[in-house]
């Protein structure tokens, strides 16, 4: 196994998207005086978890996930507002939350000290995770952090790794490994691309999706094994 760039997913594999999440949305809808809290929440979370499958799917936009998330959430509880305009209050909070998981920055580290390349390859929104990395003890062993804002496409599309190889000096797909939680994200965008991938999977869920990860772990030991 002669990899040499590890590019990582960064939202539930490194970055604690929940812990960031729960934080973030409190102090949102607070501002916004959102009286049942928890009800609200309840509604959004999966409403924004399908719309994401939804834009990997090519269903919807970036900008009509980001820019309509909120103002259907507000209009199932009856309340009409700019929903351009919360995203942005939204990213505000967001932006300040650089949760990691326990040990993710021991496995950088480690991972850094025995010679890798470390790379993030992320399908979130620009501003968020720049801010939320800039928040965050772990962006100094990042050599670069690909957003698919930015790139102009996302994972799971073979252009995203396309682009990444581009702007990567001496780059090889065969000395690349894509590390991420996401089946049809992380382990779908590697199979697309022509590189093997590492399922995270802490959760030890069955694989009921057609992508094919090359390893499987269940915890930051394991990937550490996993490269030794």
Known sequence: MPYKFLLFDLDHTLL???AGEE????QFLQEMGVEDILAFKNYYRPMNQAMWKDLEQKKISKQELINTRFSRAFAHFGRQ???RKLA???QEFIGRQGQIFQGADQLLAELTDRGYQIYGATNGVTYIQVNRMANSP??????DVFISEQMGTQKPEALFYEKIAERIAGFERKQSLMIGDSLTADVQGGNNAGIDTV???PNRLANTSLA???YTVSNYQE???LLK
Do not use: E, M, R, S
Request: charged share 15%; net charge neutral.
């Open 138 to 143: 772990i962006q100094t062993y990042f050599k």
């Open 16 to 18: 604690d998207f929940n």
């Open 223 to 225: 990937l550490l094994q």
């Open 199 to 201: 399922w995270y999977n």
């Open 23 to 26: 934080v973030a949305l409190t």
């Open 88 to 90: 942005l209050t939204y």
């Open 212 to 214: 094919k990860p090359t």
């Open 81 to 83: 507002v700019d929903g």
